[in-house]
Nanobody, 115 residues
Framework: QVRLVESGGGLVQPGESLTLSCTAS????????MGWYRQAPGKEREFVAR???????TYKDSVKGRFTISRDNAKNTVYLQMKSLEPDDTAVYYC?????????WGQGTQVSASS
């Protein structure tokens, strides 16, 4: 059984920063990629960022230059550093992991940027 646990969400003012983390545990043996998705109220879940097993990163256009994804393979952990947060970044953020072609998801953590 595989479990993903996110942490680091919260309420901040626009322009401030947050860092999310997600650790995978259980029967982990070959992770292809890890990433982050988000879902705002009334909207579909959308891709935010992904990092491959060899460190190649991909970002949603609107977060490029503000968000940075990284991973610690030894700890099966992925991070999302978010700077200059905007109200449109407000959403529940979900960690996603692809292991040998199967996707696993965390329970989500709320990020709110509001004055």
């Amino acid at each position: 059984q595989v479990r993903l646990v996110e942490s680091g969400g919260g309420l901040v003012q626009p322009g401030e920063s947050l860092t999310l983390s997600c650790t995978a545990s259980g029967s982990i043996f070959r992770i292809y990629s890890m990433g982050w998705y988000r879902q705002a109220p009334g909207k579909e879940r959308e891709f935010v960022a992904r990092i491959s097993s060899d460190g190649i990163t991909t970002y949603k256009d609107s977060v490029k230059g503000r968000f940075t994804i990284s991973r610690d393979n030894a700890k099966n952990t992925v991070y999302l550093q978010m700077k200059s947060l905007e109200p449109d970044d407000t959403a529940v953020y979900y960690c996603q992991m692809n292991m040998v072609g199967t996707d696993y998801w965390g329970q989500g953590t709320q990020v709110s940027a509001s004055s």
